[in-house]
């Protein structure tokens, strides 16, 4: 399984930026991110149908995750942007899990190499 992350930037506090994993199958997929000096913590996630989507409470309202039907790009649109939302974000893909999206880093198998995302205040 191969994963491919883009999208990511210098943004001011308030903007927006749409993330993209590129994965070489359907999978369920997940974002997490790490901030210089802290543990990584999950995002967002989403089922390998598209039908199933999870969030961290500190995102809620503000992020998307999405995947077109049938696509294996997932997207992650990030709104209201703020400073503690700078992060290097990197995608991740279970491939056991049909119907349930993971939340939890140890059960995604493959990474990808992350984007970097630095919100200004």
């Known amino acids: 399984v191969q994963l491919q992350a883009w999208g990511g930037g210098l943004v001011q506090a308030g903007g927006s930026l749409r993330l993209s994993c590129a994965a070489s199958?359907?999978?369920?997929m997940g974002w997490f991110r790490q901030a210089p000096g802290k543990e990584r913590e999950f995002v967002a996630s989403?089922?390998?149908?598209?039908?199933?989507?999870y969030y961290a409470d500190s995102v809620k309202g503000r992020f998307t995750i999405s995947r077109d039907n049938g696509d294996p790009t997932v997207y992650l649109q990030m709104t209201n942007l703020k400073p503690d939302d700078s992060a290097l974000y990197h995608c991740?893909?279970?491939?056991?899990?049909?119907?349930?999206?993971?939340?939890?880093?140890?059960?995604?198998?493959?990474w990808g190499q992350g984007t970097l995302v630095t919100v200004s205040s």
């Open positions: 989403i089922s390998k149908s598209g039908v199933r989507t």
């Open positions: 991740a893909a279970n491939a056991d899990w049909k119907t349930y999206a993971p939340v939890l880093a140890g059960q995604y198998e493959y």
């Open positions: 199958g359907l999978y369920a």
